[in-house]
T-cell receptor, first 113, second 111 residues
Framework: AQTVTQSQPEMSVQEAETVTLSCTYD???????LFWYKQPPSRQMILVIR??????QNATENRFSVNFQKAAKSFSLKISDSQLGDAAMYFC??????????FGKGTRLSVIA | SQTIHQWPATLVQPVGSPLSLECTVE??????LYWYRQAAGRGLQLLFY??????ISSEVPQNLSASRPQDRQFILSSKKLLLSDSGFYLC??????????FGQGTRLTVV
């Protein structure tokens, strides 16, 4: 079975600063994918970034990047130059084979002007 | 293009009434489909997932059921709603193992 753990229920960051959200996971699959989703107050789930486990290179999407440590089963999200619009719930998730998409409990990010 | 439709967006139902939430996917075939529930300020709880027509796996014993009558249609149902069924319901689909997308969600209030 897969598990995803987010140990930070809440985080805050000053506008224009950098923040890192933590996520650890556990899976017995060798081929899997990891995701970070953003959920703003509208509650729409927005894909922020994805990482293929077989790729060693960390994924990046503009101001968002991940630190994927496969041996440690760690998948953290770094947000650079934080903006007010980044304030939201962030969920880490994993997907492997035909097993369900599994989520962590989320981290609520506040951005301080 | 691949899209997902989920409706209704908002629903207020009395206790004991039936429920039917529908999710359809366009632009793909044989996707994996999921129903999640999210209580206010909480994480996503997986309710059901399906890897094919008529194949439903239930993750949590509850007052709800799911059906997949067609390849790209996933329905969440209840015969008699409870107050505890209130929440935000999300349908999701995975066209292949590397991607997963969500519908707009349904805010259900049971009164």
């Amino acid at each position: 079975a897969q598990t995803v753990t987010q140990s930070q229920p809440e985080m805050s960051v000053q506008e224009a600063e950098t923040v890192t959200l933590s996520c650890t996971y556990d899976t017995s699959e060798s081929d899997y994918y990891l995701f970070w989703y953003k959920q703003p107050p509208s509650r729409q789930m927005i894909l922020v970034i994805r990482q293929e486990a077989y790729k060693q290179q960390n994924a990046t999407e503009n101001r968002f990047s991940v630190n994927f440590q496969k041996a440690a089963k760690s998948f953290s999200l770094k947000i650079s130059d934080s903006q007010l619009g980044d304030a939201a719930m962030y969920f880490c998730a994993s997907l492997a084979g035909n097993t369900p998409l599994v989520f962590g409990k989320g981290t609520r990010l506040s951005v301080i002007a | 293009s691949q899209t997902i439709h989920q409706w209704p967006a908002t629903l207020v139902q009395p206790v004991g009434s039936p429920l039917s939430l529908e999710c359809t996917v366009e632009g793909t075939s044989n996707p994996n489909l999921y129903w999640y529930r999210q209580a206010a300020g909480r994480g996503l709880q997986l309710l059901f997932y399906s890897v094919g027509i008529g194949q439903i796996s239930s993750e949590v014993p509850q007052n709800l059921s799911a059906s997949r009558p067609q390849d790209r249609q996933f329905i969440l149902s209840s015969k008699k709603l409870l107050l505890s069924d209130s929440g935000f319901y999300l349908c999701a689909w995975s066209p292949d193992r590397g991607k997963a997308f969500f519908g707009q969600g349904t805010r259900l209030t049971v009164v």
